[in-house]
C-alpha cells in the first residue's frame, strides 16, 4: 500500500498538536536534543513534552540553524513510542513520482551516515529531509536553500547527535 508522504505529514502535524502540552515544571528530560554546531548560530531552541490521556508520549524538539550568507536550516526532532515516520518502511515512491505532490514537488529515499529518510524538494518552498534516527525518534530540516546545502548540513549534525543506546 503507497501512502502520500505530503497527507501523511500533515495527518502528523495536526495529531502532535493536540498532544503538545506545555510542562512548566520541566521534570522530564528528552533524550535526544539538538546540539550546537561550530561555525553555525543556533536559535529559536525549544522543547515540549507530548503527552495524551495516556501520559508522557515524548517530546517535540526544535531550533533553527543560520551561516550567513546561506539560508536557514529549521530542525525538529520528534521521539516518543508513537513517533511519525518511524522506520520509513512503509513509503513506496511511484517512478515517475506522479501524483505525489502539487506543484511540481518531488521527494526520494535517501540514507544518510546509516539513517533511512524521505528528501522532497519544491521548485518554490524549498527542500525537506525526514529520517528516522531510532524507531522512536525522526528528525525533519527544512530550508529554502539547495538540496547539497540540505544534505552537507544533515551529514555534520547527525554526527553530533549521539547514538541512542537502549
Given at each position: 500500500m ?15 498538536s ?5 510542562n ?27 503527552k495524551s490521556a ?13 551561516n ?19 522506520n520509513l ?9 506522479e501524483?505525489?505532490?502539487d ?16 528528501l ?16 522512536q525518534?525522526?528528525?525533519t ?26
Amino acid at each position: 500500500m503507497r501512502i502520500n508522504p505530503l497527507k501523511l505529514l500533515v495527518f502528523t502535524l495536526i495529531l502532535l498538536s493536540s498532544l503538545i502540552i506545555s510542562n512548566p515544571s520541566g521534570e522530564a528530560i528528552n533524550k535526544t536534543t539538538l546540539p550546537s554546531l561550530e561555525g553555525w548560530k543556533m536559535d529559536s531552541l525549544f522543547s515540549v513534552p507530548l503527552k495524551s490521556a495516556k501520559g508522557m508520549e515524548g517530546w517535540w524538539s526544535e531550533a533553527t540553524y543560520s551561516n550567513p550568507p546561506n539560508p536557514i536550516i529549521k530542525v525538529v526532532i520528534i521521539e516518543g513510542p508513537n513517533v511519525p515516520w518511524s522506520n520509513l518502511k512503509y513509503i513506496e515512491a511511484s517512478p515517475d513520482n506522479e501524483d505525489l505532490f502539487d506543484s511540481e514537488a518531488t521527494y526520494e529515499l535517501i540514507q544518510i551516515n546509516g539513517k533511512k529518510g524521505v528528501l522532497e524538494s519544491h521548485p518554490l518552498l524549498g527542500n525537506t529531509l525526514a529520517l528516522s534516527l531510532t524507531p522512536q525518534t525522526t528528525i525533519t530540516m527544512e530550508t529554502k536553500g539547495p538540496k547539497s546545502y540540505l544534505l552537507q548540513f544533515s551529514q555534520l549534525l547527525l554526527q553530533t547527535i549521539p547514538e541512542e543506546t537502549d
